[in-house]
Nanobody, 122 residues
Framework: QVQLVESGGGLVQAGGSLRLSCAASGRTFSTYGMGWFRQAPGKEREFVAAISWSGSTYYADSVKGRFTISRDNVKNMVYLQMNSLKPEDTAVYYC????????????????WGQGTQVTVSS
């Protein structure tokens, strides 16, 4: 069982930066792949970024070069550094944990956090 709690969301102007954090409970955290998804009003939840248990990273094309995912297996934390934010990045951002499989698909993730709101003003 893994419990996830996101933090770090907020209101930022376009071009600004935010760092999201995800605190995970559970002794087996280091064995999970971790992902960030987001959901804007009226839209489906979409993949943002993921990091495997070994540190390989994956990004959606829309955020590549602007966002960076990282993890700290000692602190049981996952981070999403978001730079050069755009109004279209506005969404609720969710942290999730996956046992295995393709990290791009939400149905591969067994555990989800409650989400944190990110709002980018133009």
């Amino acid at each position: 069982q893994v419990q996830l709690v996101e933090s770090g969301g907020g209101l930022v102007q376009a071009g600004g930066s935010l760092r999201l954090s995800c605190a995970a409970s559970g002794r087996t955290f280091s064995t999970y792949g971790m992902g960030w998804f987001r959901q804007a009003p009226g839209k489906e939840r979409e993949f943002v970024a993921a990091i495997s248990w070994s540190g390989s990273t994956y990004y959606a094309d829309s955020v590549k070069g602007r966002f960076t995912i990282s993890r700290d297996n000692v602190k049981n934390m996952v981070y999403l550094q978001m730079n050069s934010l755009k109004p279209e990045d506005t969404a609720v951002y969710y942290c999730a944990a996956a046992n295995s499989g393709s990290y791009y698909y939400a149905d591969r993730y067994a555990y989800w956090g409650q989400g944190t709101q990110v709002t980018v003003s133009s």
